[in-house]
C-alpha cells in the first residue's frame, strides 16, 4: 500500500505564482519529513525538511506546512520561477528508511 | 553530486541476462541504499545497508540482489532481467548518527529488452 500519497502528479504555475504540493501519510511513527527536488537527468536532492513537532519552516521561498493531527504536509513556494521547474517528492521517515511519495511535476511557465 | 557516482549511466540488456549496476561514494557515508524510480509510482526501496555487515530488503526486492564490498561501494545485481524491470535506478548514501539527508547519485538508466 502507498504509505504516502502526494497530489497532484502534475503542476502548471505561472511565474511569480505559489505552487502548492500536499502528501498524506498514515503511519504515526514517522519522524521526520523531508522535500526531494529533481532535475531532469538529475539524482534527487534535499531541498527542506521538518520534524513532526514543527507546524511550519520556512527556507526562503520554500515553506513546509505541517498538520500533525491531519497526517498531511505540505510544500509551498512562492514567487515560483522557471529554474523551480523540477519533480518534487515529499517522503517520510521511519527507521533510518525513507518513504517516497509518487511525485509532483511542476512546470513554471514565463 | 559527484560525491555519489554509479556505472553504468546507461545500459540495455535482453531479458534473462544477469547485470550488475555499481555505486561508489567518497563522502564517508555508512549508510547506502538502492531506490528504483518509476514513473507515477515515485521512489520506492530495493535494499538497503546501515554498515558493511548489515543488508536489509526494502519494499521491492524480488529479483534483486545486492552486495557491500566496501564501505564506499554498494552493488545491485538483477539475476535474470525481465522486462518490468526497466527503470532509472539510484543510489544514495547517508551518514548514519549525525545525518538524515540521502545524498543521491546520478542514477542508471536501465532498459529490458
Known amino acids: 500500500q502507498q504509505q504516502v500519497k502526494q497530489s497532484p502528479q502534475s503542476l502548471i504555475v505561472q511565474k511569480g505564482g505559489i505552487s502548492i504540493i500536499n502528501c498524506a501519510y498514515e503511519?504515526?511513527?514517522?519522524?521526520?519529513f523531508p522535500w526531494y527536488q529533481q532535475f531532469p537527468g538529475k539524482g534527487p536532492a534535499l531541498l527542506i525538511a521538518?520534524?513532526?513537532?514543527?507546524s511550519e519552516k520556512k527556507e526562503g521561498r520554500f515553506t513546509i506546512s505541517f498538520n500533525k493531527s491531519a497526517k498531511q504536509f505540505s510544500l509551498h513556494i512562492m514567487d515560483s520561477q522557471p529554474g523551480d521547474s523540477a519533480t518534487y517528492f515529499c517522503?517520510?521517515?521511519?527507521?533510518?528508511?525513507?518513504?517516497f511519495g509518487q511525485g509532483t511535476e511542476l512546470s513554471v511557465k514565463p | 553530486d559527484a560525491d555519489v557516482t554509479q556505472t553504468p549511466r546507461n545500459r540495455i540488456t535482453k531479458t534473462g541476462k544477469r547485470i550488475m549496476l555499481e555505486c561508489s561514494q567518497t563522502?564517508?557515508?555508512?549508510?547506502m541504499y538502492w531506490y528504483r524510480q518509476d514513473p507515477g509510482l515515485g521512489l520506492r526501496l530495493i535494499y538497503y545497508?546501515?554498515?558493511?555487515?548489515?543488508?536489509n530488503k526494502g519494499e521491492i526486492s524480488d529479483g534483486y540482489s545486492v552486495s557491500r564490498q566496501a564501505q564506499a561501494k554498494f552493488s545491485l545485481s538483477l539475476e535474470s532481467a525481465i522486462p518490468n524491470q526497466t527503470a532509472l535506478y539510484f543510489c544514495?548514501?547517508?551518514?548514519?548518527?549525525?545525518?538524515?539527508?540521502?545524498?543521491f547519485g546520478p542514477g542508471t538508466r536501465l532498459l529490458v529488452l
Open positions: 544514495a548514501t547517508s551518514h548514519g548518527l549525525a545525518g538524515e539527508t540521502q545524498y
Open positions: 503511519n504515526t511513527a514517522f519522524d521526520y
Open positions: 521538518i520534524r513532526p513537532d514543527v
Open positions: 517522503a517520510a521517515r521511519k527507521g533510518g528508511k525513507l518513504i
Open positions: 563522502k564517508g557515508h555508512d549508510r
Open positions: 545497508s546501515f554498515d558493511v555487515k548489515d543488508i
